[in-house]
């Protein structure tokens, strides 16, 4: 087998596995309202459960910087995958309150573990490449969590039980991502899962974990709030509430799947520059609409905006540290969860005391932070994924490069 089809076969088995957890995700989120009233679950008591799924996500991420110095990336997803899958199971098996906790918990542990190596898998497999493949994933993964979102919509729609919900997805994911997992593409470079971020590596990741903190304060904004805004504040119909948030994954998805070319063509840096001004100016928009279908719009411009800063983040962390790049990334996607905690909770505190208009101003000012930072996304020394694609002839010194450079 030759190295190209080996990574083809790599490429297309990580974007099954981020395809899959899209829609695991989604399949739990969505259905977050009927949880509720099969276990009988307090409104009060709610806010808890849910915000120990990113908590112990994040205690999974850093134990997982931790494991994958020990064992490969690949063999973590291999095995968290198909747990996460099973764990949304349980929560549609159970009927009492610590059967729900506990299928949650393993959840959050699992989908910890799961989106640490998932990423690693991607930062490694993009410098193989030697050409910018990260958004595909994470359109992979917006493609997931149309169709969960979807089959969660059925469910309600059939009124199926949770468990007969879940099971389809889950019966035909786990057998496909095991499969898949055989062909999973580590990195060549023994040494990678052996050192850390080096003197100052901490410092140098400062800025990244706080620009994906922001971008996820903004997606939690756009998930939570847009359907009571669009409704409680614009004016619009149930049903056209239910609108906006499938407007920004169908966004989400056409952005990430044309970005790699952006990058390509233009560079990282300026890529998230444009997706930045792009989802600012979208909030900007939702906090001024006169009616529904202008905040619409808002949310359109959002998904179109945000959509690039994630994946580009990762990639950046990958660049910055091609020795560290597995510690990075673990450090980096403890701050996915510290986000999705704090925007909700943000948004609806200023919401209350003020006004709904005046807290998506919050999120529209938190991303703005991304360009004071956009030189860490593509600095001139790292023209690894962007310059060498212009200058075919720099093309293997740069590829070479981006396994050893610091």
Not at 37 to 45: C, K, P
Not at 118 to 134: A, D, F, T
Not at 178 to 183: A, E, V, W, Y
Not at 249 to 258: K, N, P, S, W, Y
Request: charged share 15%; aromatic share 8%; net charge positive.
């Amino acid at each position: 087998m030759t190295v190209d089809v080996r990574l083809r076969r790599g490429r297309s088995a990580l974007g099954l596995s981020f395809f899959a957890q899209g829609v695991a995700f989604a399949l739990l989120v969505t259905r977050i309202p009927a949880i509720q009233d099969r276990y009988g679950i307090s409104d009060g008591l709610l806010p808890a459960f849910l915000a120990a799924v990113p908590v112990l996500a994040g205690v999974a991420s850093v134990a997982t910087e931790h494991l994958v110095k020990r064992v490969a990336p690949s063999t973590v997803l291999r095995w968290a995958q198909p747990v996460v899958l099973l764990a949304l199971l349980g929560v549609g098996a159970g009927s009492r309150m610590w059967q729900v906790a506990l299928a949650l918990g393993v959840f959050g542990l699992s989908v910890g573990a799961l989106d640490a190596s998932m990423n690693m898998l991607g930062v490694s497999l993009q410098r193989e490449y030697g050409r910018s493949i990260m958004l595909g994933f994470h359109a992979a993964y917006s493609l997931g969590g149309i169709v969960g979102a979807s089959a969660a919509w059925a469910g309600a729609h059939w009124r199926l039980d949770l468990f007969l919900s879940y099971l389809p997805a889950v019966a035909v994911l786990v057998p496909l991502v095991l499969l898949g997992s055989r062909r999973y593409v580590d990195a060549p470079f023994e040494e990678v899962r052996e050192k850390g971020l080096g003197a100052g590596g901490a410092k140098l990741l400062l800025p990244l974990c706080l620009v994906m903190a922001c971008a996820y304060i903004g997606d939690s904004t756009v998930a939570n709030w847009s359907a009571k805004y669009l409704q409680d504040v614009l004016g619009s119909s149930e049903q056209l509430a239910t609108v906006p948030y499938n407007v920004y994954m169908v966004t989400t998805l056409i952005g990430r799947a044309v970005g790699d070319l952006g990058v390509r063509r233009f560079g990282a840096a300026a890529v998230v520059r444009g997706g930045t001004v792009v989802a600012a100016g979208g909030f900007a928009v939702v906090a001024a609409a006169p009616g529904a279908w202008v905040g619409m719009l808002g949310f359109t411009m959002l998904g179109l905006g945000l959509c690039v800063i994630v994946p580009q983040t990762f990639a950046a962390a990958g660049r910055l540290f091609p020795g560290g790049s597995d510690t990075a990334i673990a450090r980096l996607n403890i701050f996915n969860y510290v986000g999705f905690l704090i925007g909700s909770p943000l948004v609806g505190a200023i919401g209350d005391a003020w006004s709904y208009r005046g807290a998506m101003l919050v999120p529209m000012v938190l991303v703005l932070i991304t360009l004071f930072h956009a030189r860490s996304f593509g600095p001139r020394e790292a023209r690894y994924g962007v310059g060498h694609e212009r200058r075919a002839g720099d093309r293997a010194v740069d590829v070479g490069r981006g396994g050893n450079e610091v």
